[in-house]
């Protein structure tokens, strides 16, 4: 099984760190914590990752700009290899371009049901407002505070006596059981065949007079009439032994074809049979595949084939 590599940083006492830590050691863990590193020096969690064996890194924000101190955390995280960075009481935010860069490879925990009580204070918050429950939630990190895609929450009771420590200590043991579930199920989606092709579907089906249809016993996707449509694209888990899953599209030919998988064999392979035809096999079971990407692949392929009708309409479209 591939284990995805994991570098979490904290900001202090770590105990989600711990938490994600103690949980990748099982034998069955979809990660790896490669790196714990962190820009306050004293924080107890570091103590806790170097006690394991695993590398820790240190920059003090104090007297370097934003810019500067991200440049730093973000080369330990290339140097340790990182495919995705894990936020556990990090409690800085982070530039636009690091996250830009790491698009949909960051994930935080926030301490409250988001999207209430983005920010600080949350506990507080939920108990001033006379809320049933707090909790927390796990999500994508993204430019915008604490408002990137929910991957999946706790909910915590607020009870009639509640402080905002008290219930600060709850929510924690409620966040220990979220978060290396929670992280264990995103990094490994990138290698379930179910999700990739439901993404593939998606893309493909948005696309101008499409519908699904098997070749050869795998799934494939046509444009034009059920009678007599043409394929545009071909999904392939891990076909004729392959180790790839993948979704095949068309080139302009034999040519462009190996020149694509000489360029860049970690994202085009050739694929037995089609190859023969000039379709390129696009690997999804990667790190850090660009569905954008993807989907210009899809849209081109498409076009490629589609009755001229259609084609048409698209290129008067694109006009405006
Ligand atoms: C956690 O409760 C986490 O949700 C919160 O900080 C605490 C860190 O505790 N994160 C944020 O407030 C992020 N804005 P820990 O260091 O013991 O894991």
């Known amino acids: 099984m591939h284990r995805a590599r994991v570098a979490i940083f904290i900001s202090g006492t ?15 863990s979809a990660y790896e914590v490669v790196l714990v590193a962190s820009n306050v020096a004293t924080a107890p969690g570091l103590a806790i990752a170097e006690g394991e064996g695993i590398a820790t890194f240190v920059h003090s924000h104090k007297g370097v700009s934003r810019a500067d101190h991200d440049a730093a955390m973000e080369r330990a995280l290339v140097d340790a290899k990182a495919e995705y960075l894990v936020l556990a009481g990090y409690m800085r935010i982070l530039s636009d371009g690091f996250v830009r860069r790491w698009e949909g490879r960051i994930l935080n925990i926030h301490p409250s049901l988001l999207p209430r009580y983005k920010g600080l204070d949350t506990h507080a918050r939920a108990i001033a407002a006379g809320d049933s429950h707090g909790g927390a939630s796990v999500h994508i990190v993204t430019p915008e505070l604490d408002a990137g895609e929910v991957l999946a929450q706790a909910r915590v009771a607020i009870r009639s006596d509640e402080t905002p420590e008290s219930l600060a200590e709850r929510v924690k043991f409620a966040e220990h059981q979220l ?6 199920n995103y990094v490994s989606r990138g290698y379930d065949a179910e999700y990739l092709y439901a993404r ?5 089906l948005a696309l101008p007079e499409t ?3 098997d070749s050869h016993g795998s799934p494939g996707f046509r444009v034009g009439t059920e009678k007599s449509g043409k394929f545009f694209a071909h999904f ?20 462009e074809l190996l020149d694509l998988v000489e360029a860049q064999p970690e994202i ?17 079971n990667r790190p850090g595949v660009d569905w954008e990407h993807v989907d210009e692949w899809l849209q081109r392929s498409w076009r490629s084939v589609a009755p001229a009708r259609l084609t048409r309409l698209i290129g008067a479209a694109e006009m405006f």
């Open 179 to 184: 978060y290396p579930r929670a992280v264990s």
């Open 236 to 255: 392939n888990n891990q076909h004729h032994g392959e180790e790839h899953i993948a979704v095949l599209v068309k080139t302009g030919g034999m040519d």
């Open 14 to 28: 770590g105990t989600n760190m711990a938490a994600l830590l103690y949980a990748s050691l099982r034998d069955d």
């Open 211 to 213: 519908h699904a249809r």
């Open 200 to 204: 593939v579907r998606e893309l493909a």
């Open 268 to 284: 085009y392979f050739k694929p037995a049979y089609y190859g023969a035809s000039g379709w390129v096999g696009l690997i999804l």
